[in-house]
């Protein structure tokens, strides 16, 4: 599910003075002599450093509440919490910081030639738009969002437990109106949904996405249709037995397999911890060396523990991949540059990897040594089964091929919302019409519709996107990976993941934000910008020969038509 | 072992000024009005449980370390250490702190008839100490004192290893340096040890603790010998079948009954956690809702892990039962009032109660079913193992007699280091001398006698008398709620624990630090200021009876003759 110890900011650079203090911007007004700009910039890391050391405590009070911490011990964390929130936000606004950054800034189209680093000069850019950023937000405005995040989720709980969307609709409502001030104070002259889109995906505007999600929701409306016209759906009954139902999926047995499976892909156990949580995740203590996953287990449905595990191996694996000595210093280049990015890593190893034939080629008979019940069959039927394509309800338990579709609905729904086109109040019958639009069905109620998920009670607006753009960016990478690897395919199905973990260590999280989007690392990477046609091939390709679609069928999935 | 989570300084009210700022007295120059006092104390309040907040943050920061951290970890985990005492460091030391604790201490004897509670004035006080003592502290002391304390550990481990204190000795003489200055500056009329002692345990000192030592030291070296005489030890044999050396106490069944134990005397899960740790603690993460405790577990040794888990359930009960409302309010009158308190709670359900002969008549048969294959034995003969009097060189695995007598000698040595009586080279002759006046045995090297504590690698001195105060305390609670509750005995003998934990509760856990000491504290409660007399009775009753004692002889030891 989600990542911790990734930043949550975004732009900022010579975006002008404004707010509470005067903001640092390239090329403007420093008198200094540039040759002491090297003592500032280690000045700098300094306070970067402890800035990173307080993230790293944020992270690691998350990791507990969610893992260890007594159910009792939930007040006094919200006040350990809050507490270190205040700490990191001095921290991030020091006017110290800002003298630091503001020499720097004057030069920073000199500093390549000064004998700064590429590392050094990324550095400093995200350093100064983090510090804009954070300086330029109402103070009663972040204090009024900690308290709506706080009372928001309570509300949605209970309106979703209720299954009525009025009840939560106020909450709906307020963050719009916190979200349209927090923008107009920090990014005036933007749109306010480009403002949100660009605090998770840098760079990612309606401009950018609106063609994008065009280009593919045609394609995947027909593709879901073409597939459910086939009326075929997996063989389920070789997982049928009676076993499955009386609940022999031993969860130790599934805990260790999960751990051997996430330790084959690479995770490194003396620089990270795997346990179990409600909700996966992966978070960062802000240490490549401190990684810690989360999975979870069913005792009647071997699938999702697994998947899950490795969608926060791969995760996992971008943290403990990032840039280690510029981790150590604190330095904002090894941080990913985008939760598109991020969640890149996460699908390239739970469906490229994890979801493809040759995965299961190697690892069935583990499964089927491990579950003895288990009555035989060939990983071709578990294939089937983990990929069927059947529309549902709800967006984290959807296909590969409905999910970009749940995410355009509420890409849709956002975009409205803050343009001011849609009204709180139309949300739930807005959102049933496009289910019924893209995917053929209609939810009976608020809780299986729009009431489904977090995002909207903790003021997660423009973070949607970036799950779609993952999964485009994973299918991307590996193509892009499938041409320089030698034999890859053959690889995994060895159970060999060392030169695709290897290569995208190198090509991926070891660069970090170097670039300022992850539109240009991809490009740097496979060549070109982001683009679906890649992603819809592969969909095309795989679901075609899963469910002997037609040469035709595919192809007109593929082109986009 | 440790306790995290309690304060770690003491004295300071009244002082007068000195140091960085001026410090907080009663009843000096404040011009304000008694009637805002009320509102300067809730402005207080906020502030001092933004502290507390910030020492639960340290010591989950910690207890993870101990407990679930991958190895890896370790750098950057030591610098959210550096960084968060940083904080915490700069809010008790901020001036606004100060301004608060000004009036309310100028009012310090008015505050009672302004409507202040008790609880209210303790906390007054006990916060003005902790600012006086924080502000006085040279910072580049508190810097020098910090690195010593990560070299000095390594130095200590290093030197242990080799056996040769040479290597240790300059580590020692920096940290006598470093508390001589820290003296003179915060406590320049006290005494150096005196101060030292006063850290951990409020109102100790040299006038106090040499006639207290004087009276335990001739019984209690008697008694050792006396006991040596008979030639007697408990007969092992029932415990030495095979099994017993072929490791067959399953880790897995000790810990279910650890748990199982410890939550019979009280310990409440849902409060608090029960893991694995190599050093047996107690961590509060500052609330008593979320308080834990681990203990560690030998495949070969059945005695060991449980009774180091009655020992930590102790303290844990002690952290559970603080005033919760105080607690919540960060108001340091919840604390206890010194370090011998706390440990007096641990030995007392370790000792008083779990090593007691009624306790093992009630549990010794469900040993007895947990590990099938140990032989058929009363619970009189695990009652003698547990609690054979051996002198051994190392002071943690030491017996009840013995241990003071461990104390006392690092009481001497430590004495006469910051009196200048003793000089740092001759340590070890002087340790092993006193060993073998002591107990009669004298250690084959370094490892085994001076270098055995980590006390000493991070400047801990005047920690360890805290030890032998709470065994005398211990003994002294128990002698009196023997008398307030019923049939106390009896009711252990049946596993009924709550009369005992409700009594302490009530007595010792809320009551906190309303008063100024322990000794106070204990004297509410007992009657008496500390006595050793009780203690001295407790053990020679207890030995005589276990190895067949003349009356005469026990008579000797009990009237400290």
Sequence with gaps: MGVGGCRAAGLGIGAGGGGEGAAVAAGEGYDGRGGDLREVFENLKVKLKEISALQGVQSLLTWDQQVY??????TARGEQQAVIARVVHAHQTDEELGAYLRPLM????????????????????????????????????????????????????????????????????????????????????????????????RGASTKRLDPFFASIKTPLISLV??????????????????????????????????????????????????????????????SPSDVRITSRFSETELSSGILATLHETGHGLYEQGRNAQACKEGLPVSRPPGMGMHESQSLLWEKQVGMSAEYWEHYWPIILRSFSSLPHSEFTEFHKVINEIKPSFIRVSADEVSYPLHILLRYEIEKGLLHGSLQVADVPAVWNQKMEEYLGIV???????????????????????????????????????????????????????????????????????????????????????????????????????????????????????
Tied chains: 1, 2.
Aim: proline fraction near 4%.
């Design 225 to 286: 249709r073409q597939i459910h016209k086939t009326r075929q759906g997996p063989n389920r009954q070789f997982l049928q037995s009676k076993d499955l139902f009386s609940g022999t999926f031993s969860l130790e047995t599934q805990k260790r397999l999960a751990r051997r499976f996430s330790e084959e892909l690479g995770f490194e156990f003396n620089s990270g911890r795997f346990d179990e949580s409600v909700h996966p995740m992966t978070i960062n203590i802000m």
């Design 443 to 561: 939810p009976q109620n608020d809780a299986e519709g729009c009431l489904q998920d977090i995002h909207w009670g903790i003021g997660l607006f423009g973070y949607f996107p970036t799950y779609t753009l993952g999964a485009v960016y994973a299918a991307m990478l590996f193509q892009a990976a499938e041409k320089e690897i030698p034999e890859l395919r053959k690889c995994i199905k060895e159970g060999k993941f060392k030169p695709l973990r290897e290569w995208l260590r190198e090509k991926i999280h070891t660069v970090g934000s170097l670039y300022e989007t992850a539109d240009e690392l991809v490009e740097k990477v496979t060549g070109s910008k982001l683009d679906a046609s890649c992603f819809l091939n592969y969909l095309s390709n795989k679901y075609g020969a899963l469910y002997n679609l037609s040469r035709a069928e595919v192809d007109a999935v593929a082109i986009g038509s």
């Design 106 to 201: 004057a030069e920073f189209e000199q500093l390549r030639e000064l004998g700064f680093s590429q590392l050094e000069i990324a550095s400093v850019r995200e350093a100064a738009r983090d510090y804009n950023r954070t300086r330029k937000k109402p103070v009663e405005l972040a204090a009024r969002a900690a308290k709506l995040e706080a009372t928001g989720v309570n509300t949605w709980q209970k309106a979703r437990k209720e299954k009525d969307f009025s009840l939560f609709a106020p909450v709906l409502q307020e963050w719009i109106d916190i979200i349209k001030q927090e923008a107009a104070a920090v990014e005036p002259i933007s749109d306010v949904y480009d403002f949100c889109l660009d605090k998770f995906e």
């Design 69 to 74: 911490m007594p159910v009792n011990g939930v």
